[in-house]
């Protein structure tokens, strides 16, 4: 009884784990692009959630430009007409 | 363009502008004109959405269209994409909730909140869809662009709409079966 119930374990942990790998390593290129279109959009609201959190702190947009690591007038190309 | 464009099918752009405007958006997005077509009574789309079951679930899509702007507009194809590099979007979501308020994902927001009065602009995806459906009349022998068409377009496009109208059954083939009595046409 314990030993099947331990066999069924271990099968459906193995059954997981190779999903898992299989979406991990996968190689076909629609999985990866995708992800990688996915976090970009992320990416995209993600500053602009910080971008408007600063400017509300009185940031200017030199201080924030700084910390993003780009130029002044892209940031503020970007934001500055909100 | 829009001179090919039926009567029902300008009602659906003009529906999508007020739309966006009543929640209070800058931009016109694909969801605003999928609000829009759900509005249409009578017209191919009505009977489309209706004979494919979505009559009366609006509130269903709205919620929907709703939880995937709180996620930045992702879809759960892109939660899942994340998923895989083992980044779990539920749980950014909650992070940034939790320091900037309910909602502070949502895509489209100016800061303080503040939003310009007059004219509504088109996202690219918008755009896109609108001369999808052209090239879907086209492509169809159909010579004028009617809300069908906007319809069709929705579910041939990747993204929040096309994903939230799948759920409820209304695919590109589905609606392209009913209306043109078959599949086979590929999405332009």
Redesign the interface.
Known sequence: MVDIFRASTYIDSMTEATDLAE??G?RDPR?GL??V???R??L???E??QV??A??QGWSWQEIAAELGVSRQAVHKK?GR? | MFERFTKDARAVVVGAVGHCERSGGEWVEEAHLLLALLDREGGRAAFALASLGLEGRRDAVERSLAEARRC???TR???D??A??G?D?TE?VSR?EEA?GEG??T?G????GVRRPGRRLFTRGAKDLLSQSLRLALAHGDRHIGDEHLLLALTARPGVPSEVLADHGVTYAAVERLLWGQAGTKAG
């Open positions: 979406r991990a996968d999985i995708r992800a279109a996915a976090l959009r992320l995209e609201q993600l602009a959630v408007r959190s400017r509300n934001y909100q | 930045g507009g992702l194809a892109d939660a994409a994340l895989g590099l980044i979007l950014i940034v900037h502070a994902l895509p927001r100016t800061a303080g």
